[in-house]
């Protein structure tokens, strides 16, 4: 069959062709869902999770500064993601980076970290369960109790952990009305070679955790890492 298209027309579609899928593909890159939800992926493509769109959004450079680190190329080597997001109606970066606060609304933060060889020579489960609170320490002390807790292995041997725990502060068994409890939901995966990091942590007051509850399951539920 011959085609009616003029030998122009056919030169403009092969242009306008490559044009249409860029645009697609940068589209599809933003990854907004259309429910209110916006996807984000970290640098190496490999882990994403759904956030609010809403919610406010803090930076790598935010994030460094604010604890009173510098963004320096080691930084950036050894971090290559690091973000974080509040839920809060008046959003400060100290609701992310204050752990021993229980937030009155929700906070994440993820990262992809290159682990140095003296971290991957002992590097554990345990290791990762008390990445960013001493769980252990925490629940031997009475100041903390594992809600939930599972092994992690995934396709290509990603591996690690996924549990949810609450930090007391006023101590387990204190019901006094002014006792905080943080509820925490962290994921915590290693690449097979344990070369790098993949981290992912959620926190609530645990009263802001049960209000929120259906919410926080969708945020982390949709947490994934990719085999390599």
């Not at 249409?20 to 209110?36: E, M, N, Q, V």
């Not at 100041?143 to 725990?165: C, R």
């Not at 387990?172 to 925490?184: K, T």
Request: proline residues 5%.
């Amino acid at each position: 069959m011959v085609s009616n298209v003029p030998r122009a027309g056919k030169r403009r579609v092969a242009l306008v062709l490559p044009a249409l899928l860029i645009a697609l593909g940068l589209a599809l890159s933003s990854c907004a869902t259309g429910s209110g939800f916006v996807y984000v992926s970290s640098s190496d493509r490999r882990a994403y999770f759904k956030i609010p769109d809403n919610w406010r959004f803090f930076d790598k450079r935010d994030l460094l500064v604010a604890s009173g680190q510098s963004l320096s190329a080691e930084s950036n080597r050894q971090l290559s993601w690091l973000i974080g997001y509040a839920a809060s109606p008046k959003p400060s970066i100290q609701h992310i980076l204050s752990l021993a606060d229980a937030p009155s609304y929700p906070v994440v933060t993820a990262r992809v970290q290159s682990l140095p060889f003296q971290v991957r020579d002992e590097l554990s489960l345990a290791t990762l369960r008390n990445w960013v609170y001493p769980v252990d320490r925490l629940i031997q002390a009475n100041l903390g109790e594992m809600i939930s807790y599972k092994d992690v292995v995934l396709p290509g041997g990603l591996h690690g952990s996924d549990m949810t725990f609450d930090v007391v502060l006023g101590g387990v068994g204190n019901v006094a009305v002014n006792n905080q409890v943080i509820r925490v939901t962290q994921e915590a995966i290693v690449d097979p070679p344990t070369n790098r990091l993949y981290l992912f942590v959620l926190r609530c007051e645990s009263h802001c955790y049960r209000d929120n509850k259906t919410l926080i399951d969708q945020i982390a539920q949709s947490w994934t890492v990719k085999e390599h």
